[in-house]
């Protein structure tokens, strides 16, 4: 039996998923220099690991990919509890 088939009806509970992109600092000036258009640079870039954290568990890892003009996150690992 696999997972999915043995939560049933728990099965459609919304739940978040967090994917962190990344994280910068940046000087009081910047931020309030910023406008809508602005560049905020990160230390991450296409192609690489990030945790998947779901219910404040990280259960996976993936790598960030492009599509057209959206970023997505490709699972690379996930875990399942047996």
């Known amino acids: 039996m696999t ?3 043995e939560l049933g009806p728990l099965a459609d509970i919304p739940m978040e998923v967090d994917v ?3 994280r910068t600092t940046m000087k009081a ?3 309030l220099s910023l406008v809508e258009g602005s560049i905020i640079r990160l230390t ?3 192609g690489e ?3 998947i954290v779901i219910g404040g568990a990280r259960l996976g890892s993936g790598e960030i990919v492009i599509m057209e003009d959206t970023v997505g996150v490709r699972i690379t690992d996930f875990q399942e509890d047996n």
């Open 20 to 22: 962190e992109l990344g």
């Open 49 to 51: 690991n990030m945790d």
């Open 29 to 31: 000036r910047e931020i």
């Open 44 to 46: 991450r870039s296409a």
């Open 3 to 5: 997972v999915l088939e």
